[in-house]
Every structure is written in C-alpha cells, then in structure tokens.
C-alpha cells in the first residue's frame, strides 16, 4: 500500500512546472497580446459573443470541460490495469499532450475571429478539409451528449439529493444572470451570496431528495440540455458554470487539501492508502471478470484527465468567444486542462481508498460513481466533514461537471451542423440550421443511443472518437503554425498529434474489428444486440476514416507549405 498524499504531492510538482514554465513559453510562442482586441470585444453580440471577466470565464470553461469522463475513465483504468499506469498516464500526459492541444485550441481560434477548429483547417487546406473535420466533431459530439447524458441520470438516481440540490443552483444561476446582466449590479457581493445559496442547497437536498429511476432522468436531463442550448449565454450558462465553479473548486480542492492532512494529522476515518493494485497486468484484471489490452485501451479509457478532443471544441466554440483579453487564454486553456488532471487524481484515489470487490472492473460507471463520491465523503472526513454530508456533497460536484458539459456540448453541436449547412438554400437546410430544430435532432439520436442499453461499448466508443478528435484538433493547430511562420517549431503540436493518432485508430481498429465483429457477431460471444453492434461498427469504421482523409489533408499541406510551395500567412485572417 502506498499513502495517497505522495500520488497527490507528485502530480502537483509535475502541474506547477508544467504551468509556470510550459505555458509561460506557449503563451510567448503564440504572441498572447493583452492589448489586442478579442473576438468578443470585436463581435459582441449579446448572445455568443459576450466578453466575460476571468474569474467568470474559467469557471464556465472548467465546468464545461471537466465532465464525467475524467471520473468515470481513471477509476475504470486503475480498477483494470493498477494505479500505477492510470498515474503515470495523467502525470506525463497532460502537461505535455493535454494542456498544450487545450491552449493551442484556443489561441488558434483567438487569431481566427473566435471561429472553430473545423472552419479553421479549411482556412488552409479547403472546404473538403473543413467538411471532414466538422462531421467528425458533430458525430462526436452526439456520442458526449448520450454519455453525459446517461451518467447525470444514473447519479440522480443513486443521489436523490444531489438532483434537488441541482435543481435549486440551476435556479439560482438565472436569477444571478439577471442580478448580474440586466439590473447591472455588483459583482462581489452578488456572488458572495449567490454562492452561499448554492452552497446552501446541498443541506435542502439532502432534506429534501427527488427520487426517481434513472430512466425517467435520462429524458429530464435532454430536455433541460435543449433548453440550456438554445439560451443566450449570460441567461444560463455563463451564470451558472461560474456559480458551479464554485462546487467544483471546493471538491477538487477541498479533496486534494483533505489527503494530506488526513495523512499528516490521521484524523480521517480510515488509512488514506491505496487498497488496489499498482498493476495488474497488460492484459486487464482477469481476477475481477475484466480483460482489456493495456495498450491501447488505457490511453482511451482515461480520456478528458489526460488529454481531450472535447476540450478543442468548448475552447474554440464557446470560449474563444467570451474572452476578455488574449492573455487569458494562458490561465484557461493550459491551466484548466491541469484543473482537470487534478479532478483525475482525485477520483483515482477516491477509487484507491474504497478498494475493490469481485464485479467492480465489469461493472463499469455503475459502481465507478459511486465509489467517487463513497472516497471524496472519506476523504472531507479528514477536514472534519461527516460522510453523511460530504458523500451527497461529491455527487453534487460530480452533477455539476457533467451537467454543464451536456448543454455545452448540444450548443457546440449546434454550432458544428450549422457550419456544415453554411447558409440555407433551401427549407430542409433552413430547418437544419435552425437552433431548435437542430438541438432537438441531436437529443433524439442521443437517446436512442442511451434506450439500446449499449453502456459499455458506447463509452469505449466515445472514449476512442473523443481522443482522434484531439489528434485532429492539434493537427490543425499544427496546420496553422506551419503556415504563419516557417520558422515556428511544430514539435510541441506534432509529437503529440501522431501520438494520439496511431493510439486511437488502434484502439478503434480493436473495438470495432475485433470486440465487435469478431468476438460479438462472428463467434456470437456479446451481450449487446447485434443491431447496436452492427452500428457501433459503422460509426467506428466513419469516423476512422474521416479521420484518415482527414490527416492526409493536413499532413500534406504542411509538408507542402515547409517545402515552399504555400504561401505562410501571420497567423490568422485578421492580422
């Protein structure tokens, strides 16, 4: 057994170097200006483009970013393969790949009027090029809804009193987007209150709990997301990620803090220890029911702590869209990713503390999130918080992460399939661009996917799809170094662009071809139905292959633009 305090204290060095010395040279390398004028300064429009304070800011981009995948995905790892490779993964990982494809993704976008990452390659390699990329991300975003989507229910129903505490911060975060946005008052004071209240919540729901079955959640949770979606942002979604931060920071942090004086000073309730594994073997934890090949399977299971194509679209969607001044970026982008390695940690310690029992490895998010909240409620004991609290209290921090990256990934959507259509010319691609009509298709589809009760699969789908959306996000970042300064290094991008690629086209290559055409409909050796394995595959084999064309696209106008054939611009449209 190891103490927990020494996984903590390790990933903090290895965080601090990463941000006080990486990202001081990344935000240097890309010419940050606190002067420049943003895109939402340029283009404000009361609806996405909104310049929001820092604070403000971060608070929505982490809430966005930091769903359930880093919960669900190091506790799944750490219970199959050890903790020892889940830590190592995260450690190395996200100051190197991680942070650095966050912050890229966003000062890309800040150089190209606050635009998307798909609008952004077709800037240098084409329409063909662009069309690609939006397909992909608009496949994967439907994939993050169902996820998200299907994991805010299950906490719901596990943690009745995490729903009405939800509830309530939802309803507060109106009522302080009006306190803040229309009636112009003052800021501090406001949320020194209105955090409170949140706070204050979680003491209702635990009073106060809305039970009801995962299945009557999961169509709850798509309708609040189509509603949120289609809002302007301060209504909700600014108001409310910068509320919820709150939570967030008090989880993450206050777990993080309660590690190690729970190890310093023993007051928690039990040894803060690990009471699993180091490693298991390269080939899962057989012992628990589970095989899964080490590599490639572990890089894609613990997708959002380490390094996230998800994040490429929040930063070049939303965020790129409400930042105040260039210099921002350094703090949001390549700090928030680090914010979301914290939340990795603690979550594998939370499973490390709880220890395992026969079943747990199979049992997938089902006994993952729970055991999340079960070490975090440990964890607070050490600060003197009873479990009775500090348990519910975990579930609401893990409701919050998931609910703000499910209404940010149906807006984000929306963006993709409108940039698809571009401008309507006839009435079916009118209907298609409208927001309605659009937010509402991808919830459809989203919950017809949740309905085949395809967990496990769908998340090793989305956990592949997620990690080559990433590789295709630093891919056009490295595009558009390449083409504004042939002097610009394209090793901090393009390391870990091919990385990423040949990890998730294995991991795609072994889920579909072998897990699900060989051992599921040749030998017959599944659970799920064939239908849903027959579309699992053609989804997979889509998405490897937009990938693929994708990559020979990018890869060639980079050589070509190295070679002197390209003409290099300054690094954007508007500079």
């Not at 609008?119 to 069309?131: F, L, M, R, W």
């Not at 919540?201 to 798509?222: D, H, K």
């Not at 940690?345 to 503390?353: E, R, T």
């Not at 999340?372 to 919050?400: K, N, Y």
């Amino acid at each position: 057994m190891v103490a927990l305090i020494w996984l903590v204290v390790g990933i903090l060095v290895l965080f601090s170097i990463g941000y006080l010395g990486y990202s001081r040279y990344l935000a240097s390398f890309v010419g940050l200006d606190a002067d420049a004028e943003t895109p939402a300064h340029k283009y404000e429009d009361g609806q996405e483009y909104v310049p929001a304070k820092k604070p403000v800011l971060l608070g929505h981009h982490y809430s966005s970013i930091a769903g359930g995948a880093p919960i669900v995905g190091p506790i799944t790892a750490g219970l199959l393969w050890g903790w020892l490779p889940a830590v190592l993964w995260i450690a190395i990982g996200n100051p190197l790949m991680g942070a650095v494809h966050d912050f890229v993704s966003l000062s890309g976008s800040l150089r190209h009027e606050g635009r998307s990452i798909g609008s952004i390659i077709g800037e240098y390699i084409g329409d063909e090029g662009k069309n690609l990329l939006l397909w992909f991300a608009f496949l994967t975003i439907i994939l993050v809804v169902a996820v998200f989507a299907f994991v805010v229910a299950l906490v719901f129903q596990e943690y009745p009193s995490a729903a009405t505490a939800s509830l309530l911060y939802i309803t507060l975060a109106l009522v302080f987007g009006v306190y803040l946005y229309q009636l112009d008052l003052p800021f501090i004071p406001g949320t020194v209150v209105f955090v409170i209240l949140v706070f204050a919540s979680v003491f209702v729901g635990i009073e106060y709990p809305i039970q009801l079955s995962q299945g009557q959640w999961v169509p709850i949770v798509l309708v609040y997301a189509f509603i949120a979606s289609v809002l302007p942002v301060w209504t909700l979604l600014q108001p409310r990620d910068y509320l919820s931060s709150f939570l967030l920071y008090a989880g993450v942090g206050g777990a993080l803090i309660a590690i190690i004086v729970g190890t310093v000073f023993g007051t928690a309730d039990q040894a803060l220890v690990t009471n699993i594994p180091a490693f298991t073997s390269f080939g899962g934890n057989s012992a628990l029911g589970a095989a899964s090949p080490l590599f490639p399977m572990l890089f894609v299971t613990i997708a959002c702590g380490t390094i996230s194509g998800f994040h490429s679209l929040v930063s070049s969607g939303t965020t790129s869209k409400q930042l105040n001044k260039e210099t921002d970026a350094r703090l949001i982008g390549y700090g928030g990713m680090l914010g979301e390695g914290l939340l990795a940690i603690v979550a594998l310690s939370a499973v490390a503390v709880v220890g395992v029992t026969a079943g747990d490895a199979t049992g997938g998010v089902g006994l993952a999130l729970p055991k999340f909240a079960t070490g975090g409620g440990i964890f607070l004991s050490s600060l003197g918080i009873p479990t009775s609290f500090g348990a519910p209290f975990m579930a609401l921090v893990m409701v919050s992460f998931l609910l703000t990256s499910t209404d940010t990934a149906l807006r984000l959507g929306r963006y993709m399939f409108e940039e698809i259509v571009g401008t309507p010319d006839n009435t079916a691609e009118e209907v298609a661009s409208n927001r309605y009509a659009n937010s509402l298709f991808q919830c459809v589809v989203a919950y017809v996917l949740i309905a085949s009760g395809t967990w496990t699969p769908l998340w090793q789908l989305f956990g592949s799809a997620n990690q080559l959306l990433a590789a295709l996000a630093l891919l056009t970042a490295t595009v558009w170094l390449a083409n504004w300064d042939e002097s610009k290094q394209l090793i901090s991008t393009g390391v870990p662009m091919a990385v990423m690629s040949v990890i998730t086209v294995c991991a795609l290559v072994y889920l579909e071809y072998y897990q699900n055409l060989y051992q599921g409909l040749i030998l017959g050796n599944a659970e799920t139905a064939a239908w849903s394995l027959v579309l699992q595959i053609v989804i997979g084999t889509a998405l490897m292959f937009l990938a693929l064309a994708l990559l020979r696209l990018g890869i060639g106008n980079i050589r070509s633009t190295r070679g002197g054939t390209a003409t290099a611009t300054d690094g954007g449209t508007d500079e």
